[in-house]
């Protein structure tokens, strides 16, 4: 039991797992350099530059725009993420020469003593030595919700974690050779998991691709057919084609992911996994575990109030106090007091404390079995205390019982076989002991923030429910008064369960197994839940919850399952996550809107002009200019802009209900600008300088709606945008270089005049597909 000798670990396997929690730098440059878009956008770059103008060829530098931005921003997160899950990583305990250590995980080696307490994660595989109590849960490795007693000689996997009781145990497999490697290394990946935002953006890239084949050999057809310019029907033919691909959708978005990783990471926020960015958004019910969230870490010991004469109350204090080797928040602040046991009480048996239990208890041999719990578990209604100990809970007070019994065997059968009391033989109260909770200074403001913003609060927790209706009431969490006795609800009537969540607040003496299906219940009512906890208690709610958020000095348990961890362990950096979420997921559906609107109508151009045989009615140079005003630039401000609006599902039919009638429309108002110039008697330039005009005052309206509500700031943007396009017309140079004539006035003026007409059909049409349902 004295562990490894320094020398036996110098020559030891030790546990060494490669950490991804990003991707390498070169697999980066490679993913943003090697796309199909780069791919199609770059054959097109090549045939303007062999058949036409170089300036039409301006789009080109869209591939190195979006790698280098892509690469930049991913690094950034790389970085951000690489540090954070350094800090992430919960010490090992183990003991080497004799003495117990706290050491990183890469540095246990084979052969390692490790120590075990509750809210431990085990990282390696290995054999039991010690069991003093130990109860560890294997439910992520085998879904089996009961903890499993271990005794010596018992086998221990990688993956699971005490809850209960303490222990040690020899590590038999590390590094790659323990079972459950993924799952420690899970915890700190930086990937893209399934959203419905990805899979939306996803399959718009897919059908888009589909369709620029056929679309595009018909525009091909088309130019060629009507021009005697080899050059200008491909430079044609190519302006509709490269216009027809949303290049900067996949981009933008990934560049909100990874911004919104950065940002939160400045705030001690480690996203283990990026589409918890796109949860953050979504959510509107948030369950906060009361302990170690909406309450400090540690309580103080109160009064010890008396229920029998002679009893030595202050001597079982302090002895169940110091039992554990490695005491919980109760213990440690009675041991505050009570810092060692009286001489002669040595514990012969001890049921460590467990939250699905809620008392702990020891044998004592001559001085008898005692136990230390919630009252309203181990006295019945009429036994001596049990009237004082509600009332004192009411006062948002913590209540324990100090109780005497005759056998600490009975008590663990009965409470293993889920009986409502928890021993079978006769319970003595003997004293109350109460402990003060600190609250959280920062948990009213954030609650506050949470009920302005329509996020509706569940509070839930083992202890009784009085006691947490009062710090609820005391935090003015609305309907904070609700409090429901979680042993009273339905266990085998889920819609049952659902209602009574949706229409409470709080819930006390909730079980570890019960939280879990709060969440199902929730989500059953078409909820986005997010869950907050610091106990292993949590661990089966957090993992099955939309939305998973430890605190830091949570156990490390919770912080392997879940998908955002609040490293300060700050209350109050709730609201910036969930705000986060939802700037990211909101801005790119307004930047979705900009470019696929831009897709639609390119698409309706090339169609139109392939069919009719018409030249296409603008150059690369022309769609160049236009986008870079209206969708560029403005789309990179939007996606990193502020917002508080929170997600909504239908992505997918919401931005299509946008997108194809403002495309539609907009490609109209160009054929027919384009239209009515070509029948006169101006040139191919000064035609397509009208058909531009009118592209980009239809385009500027759809940035114009997208970008509402209006501010100072998008204000000035948009004023900015026709200000750079103004000067395009009018400085010589530039006019030249993007070969714009506006010499028709007529011409130009009736451009404008069809644009005005599109910007209110457009703006109607909008409004009307947006009241119908996908």
């Not at 959280?440 to 923030?449: C, W």
Request: proline residues 5%; charged residues 20%; contains cysteine.
């Amino acid at each position: 039991m004295d562990g490894l000798t320094s020398a036996q670990v110098s020559g030891a396997k030790t546990n060494h797992v490669p950490r991804r929690s990003s991707r390498s730098l070169g697999a980066i440059i490679r993913a943003n350099v090697f796309t199909l878009f780069n791919l199609v956008i770059g054959v097109l770059w090549a045939l303007v530059l062999i058949f036409g103008a170089w300036q039409d060829g301006l789009f080109g530098l869209v591939i190195v725009a979006n790698a280098l931005i892509g690469i930049v921003q991913e690094f950034r997160a790389k970085r951000t993420l690489d540090k954070l899950a350094v800090i992430n990583e919960a010490p090992v305990t183990v003991r080497r020469d004799g003495r117990d250590q706290e050491i990183p995980p890469h540095q246990v080696v084979l052969g390692d003593l490790i120590l075990l307490g509750p809210g431990d994660r085990l990282l390696v595989d290995g054999e039991v030595v010690e069991s003093d109590g130990l109860e560890i849960d294997e439910s992520l490795l085998t879904g089996e919700a009961d903890p499993v007693h271990k005794l010596p000689g018992d086998e221990v996997q990688s993956g699971s974690f005490a809850v209960a009781g303490s222990g040690a145990f020899v590590a038999t497999k590390v590094g790659a050779d323990a079972y459950a490697v993924r799952l420690a290394e899970e915890a700190s990946r930086f990937h893209l998991a399934r959203s419905e935002l990805r899979d939306g953006v996803t399959n718009f890239i897919k059908y888009i691709t589909w369709l620029v084949i056929p679309i595009g050999t018909l525009l091909i057809y088309s130019q060629l057919r009507n021009s005697a310019d080899f050059g200008t029907a491909i430079t044609g033919a190519v302006a509709g084609i490269v216009t027809m691909i949303p290049e900067g959708l996949v981009l933008m978005t990934s560049i909100a992911f990874a911004v919104g990783v950065v940002r939160l990471g400045r705030r001690s926020c480690l996203v283990q996994e990026l589409p918890a960015i796109e949860g953050l958004a979504r959510v509107d019910v948030l369950c906060l575990d009361k302990t170690g969230t909406l309450t400090a870490g540690g309580m103080d010991l109160g009064e010890v109030l008396p229920l029998s004469e002679g009893r030595p109350i202050h001597d079982a204090l302090a002895a169940l106090a110091n039992v554990d080797h490695r005491p919980n928040a109760t213990a440690k602040a009675i041991q505050s007091r009570y810092p060692a046991a009286a001489d002669g009480w040595t514990a012969v048996d001890v049921v460590p404390f467990s939250s699905a239990r809620k008392w702990s208890g020891a044998d004592f041999g001559p001085h008898g079995v005692w136990l230390l719990g919630a009252p309203d578990v181990l006295l019945d209604a009429t036994a001596d205390g049990y009237e004082r100990a509600a009332e004192l809970a009411s006062t948002g007070t913590r209540v324990l019982a100090l109780c005497r019994t005759d056998s600490l065997a009975s008590a663990s059968v009965a409470s293993a076989a889920g009986t409502e009391k928890a021993t079978a033989g006769k319970v003595e109260a003997v004293a109350l002991v109460t402990l003060k909770q600190r609250i959280r200074p920062d948990a009213h403001e954030t609650l506050r923030y949470f009920a302005k913003q329509g996020v509706t609060v569940k509070v839930i927790s083992g202890d009784n429910p009085d006691s947490v209706a009062a710090i609820a009431i005391g935090l003015e969490i609305p309907d904070g008064h609700r409090a429901i006795d979680a042993r009273t609800l339905p266990a085998d009537d889920p819609a049952k369960l659902a209602e009574l969540l949706d229409t409470n607040t709080v819930f006390g003496r909730v079980t570890p197994q019960q939280k879990r299906a709060f969440v199902g219940a929730l989500q059953s009512r078409g909820h986005t839940v997010a869950m907050t906890g610091d106990g292993v208690n949590d661990v089966l709610a957090l993992k099955d919850a939309d939305l998973g958020i430890a605190m830091g000095a949570g156990s490390p348990a919770t912080k392997a399952v879940a998908q955002v961890v609040l490293l300060d362990d700050k209350f109050s950096s709730l609201p910036h996550v969930v705000g986060e979420g939802r700037r990211v997921l909101a801005n790119i559906e307004r930047v979705s809107n900009l470019f696929l609107t831009k897709t639609f109508y390119a698409i309706a151009l090339s169609l139109l002009t392939g069919v009719l045989g018409l030249m296409f009615p603008f150059a690369p140079r022309h769609s160049t200019l236009v986008n870079a005003l209206t969708i560029g630039i403005p789309a990179f401000v939007l996606a990193l802009a502020p917002t508080l609006e929170r997600a909504k599902p239908g992505f997918v039919p919401r931005v299509l209900r946008f997108a194809v009638p403002a495309g539609l429309l907009c490609a109209g108002a160009v054929s027919l600008a384009f239209w009515a110039a070509h029948s006169g008697t101006s040139t191919l330039i000064e035609d397509r300088t009208s058909a531009t005009i009118a592209l980009f005052l239809t385009t500027w309206w759809v940035l114009i709606l997208i970008t509402k509500p209006l501010t100072l700031g998008r204000i000035a943007m948009i004023g900015a945008m026709a200000g750079l396009f103004a000067l395009a017309l009018a400085i010589p140079f530039i006019r030249h270089f993007f070969a714009l004539e506006p010499g028709d006035l007529s011409n130009d003026l009736t451009a404008v005049g069809i644009s005005v007409v599109a910007a209110v059909g457009i703006s109607a049409a909008v409004k009307v597909a947006g009241t119908l349902r996908p």
